[in-house]
């Protein structure tokens, strides 16, 4: 008995639990671990994602044939908030801000919002850049809102060309990528037409893990 108590000991130690949830577990009679493989196969499958990011992240920089990919971008009718000196690890804040106030104007978004960099050299800029967050809208509002807080607006963007490079990944690892695509651009002398932004097509609003988000970079060209 003291040997099959090692074992069933031994056994619920897999599953990194502590010793107050063994002695409950043990205590208890049946020895059900339901929870616990379900909570393991979640962890593998965070696992499995985090090797695949690793792997493309390593394409990235191990070759300069990246999925880099010439498309056209927008039309968009966009409901914006206009951030001066912002900081890219608040986005989330700049962005629920805007959420709010759109909710509040009755406004139809998508689930997807774009950021944009606003800094004279066209570039991505973490750190005390002036930024742009954007929603973008079903329809361009019939009534004008004329008090509008401050720094916020409706604006228009046209269908434009486009360089543009699909991320899959938590945002932190996003400026590896921007790198090698700054990189690739002024080693081939592109010329870039207006800021660079990002559109989250998958995100934390529709999205569970960080290694599902999927942020689409988009460099508009000339």
Same mark, same amino acid.
Do not use: V
């Given at each position: 008995e003291q040997s099959l108590l090692v074992f069933r000991i031994k056994l619920l130690q897999q599953f990194n639990l502590s010793l107050r949830e063994i002695k409950k577990k043990l205590n208890s009679r049946q020895l059900s671990l339901g929870k616990e493989l379900k909570r393991l196969d979640e962890f593998i499958k965070q696992k499995q994602k985090g090797m695949e990011l690793l792997?493309?992240?390593? =394409?990235? =920089?191990?070759?300069?044939?990246?999925?880099?990919?010439?498309?056209?971008?927008?039309?968009?009718?966009? =409901?914006?908030?206009?951030? %001066?000196?912002? +900081? /890219? /690890?608040?986005? +989330?804040?700049?962005?629920? %801000?805007?959420r709010k106030i759109a909710k509040s104007l009755k406004l139809k978004v998508f689930d997807r919002e774009i950021t944009f960099y606003l800094e004279s050299e066209l570039k991505y800029k973490p750190k005390n850049s002036n930024l742009e967050v954007a929603l973008i809208i079903f329809e361009q509002p019939k009534v004008s809102f004329t008090n509008l807080p401050?720094? /916020?607006?409706f604006r228009a963007f046209p269908q434009t060309k486009a360089l543009t490079f699909n991320f899959r990944g938590p945002y932190n690892y996003l400026s590896l990528a921007y790198n090698k695509i700054d990189k690739y651009i002024e080693e081939e002398k592109i010329r870039i037409k207006s800021p660079v932004f990002e559109i989250y097509l998958k995100n934390p609003i529709n999205t569970r893990s960080s290694y599902d988000y999927l942020t689409k970079i988009v460099y508009p060209i000339g």
């Open positions: 792997k493309e992240i390593n =394409f990235i =920089f191990a070759s300069n044939k990246f999925n880099l990919k010439k498309e056209t971008a927008g039309p968009y009718k966009l =409901f914006c908030y206009r951030i %001066e000196k912002g +900081d /890219y /690890y608040q986005l +989330d804040i700049y962005i629920n %801000e805007l401050k720094n /916020y607006y």
